[in-house]
């Protein structure tokens, strides 16, 4: 279709839904020159985009190629048949969406949402954005679906493994043992008229690594299209 904007790839945007479950205990990918990039940040990382955000050569002609670091991740964004101003634009308004997300779901960062969620924990729900009551449901609902196999409320676990070639870390069975009263999804509380979100007993803690990826991207290609690119 002759003239029509074509997103042409999205590489990273497809990756991150895959990888989010093991970005946290994996070494950075070795970049085209062989070299090894720094260790991948853990999955609720604060989203931090830098000079990468700036477009860099391509090989094919009319081809835009941006980059951000996000989550732990590199996102690689490739645009094809649209002028480069339109595909900066767009890319870039991706880019800050992603950011805004990534920082709202960060358990990481003590200025998060989610992190006031977890230091409300066995008091009342607190207020949340329609954006992190959501993907909350949504684990909750994966939760029900596959029986606690997927269980967001693993954050209580946080820190008791290190998977790192330059310290690893196992945790002890009295560890373990001692941290598992406080994981359970029944036990997220929601409330669907005020949309807030809260955590039966005090020490409960989401962790949302392993949804919020698959999730920021589809609001990132959302973005994307309402900027003219299509798939």
Partial sequence: MR????????????????????????????????????????????????????????DRAGEIKMEQLAMGTMVNYVVLGVDAGTAQAAIRAAMAEVDRLAAMMSDHRTDSELSRVNRSAGGPPVAASPELFEVVRRAVEVSALSDGAFDVTIGAFKGLWVIRPERPRVASEA????????????????EPET???????????IDLGGIAKGYIVD???????KQGITM
Avoid: H, Y
Wanted: a positive charge.
């Fill in 3 to 58: 003239g029509k904007p074509i997103l042409a790839r999205c590489r990273a945007i497809i990756v991150l839904a895959v990888i989010a479950m093991v970005l946290s205990s994996c070494p950075g990918p070795k970049n085209g020159k062989g070299k090894t990039s720094a260790p991948a940040a853990p999955l609720n990382a604060p989203a931090v985009t830098g000079p990468s955000a700036e477009p860099f050569p391509s």
């Fill in 175 to 190: 560890e373990i043992r001692g941290k598992l009263p406080l994981v359970g999804w029944r036990r997220i509380l929601l």
């Fill in 195 to 205: 949309q807030a979100v809260g955590l039966a007993e005090a020490g409960m803690m």
């Fill in 219 to 225: 609001r990132a290609v959302e973005v994307l299209k």
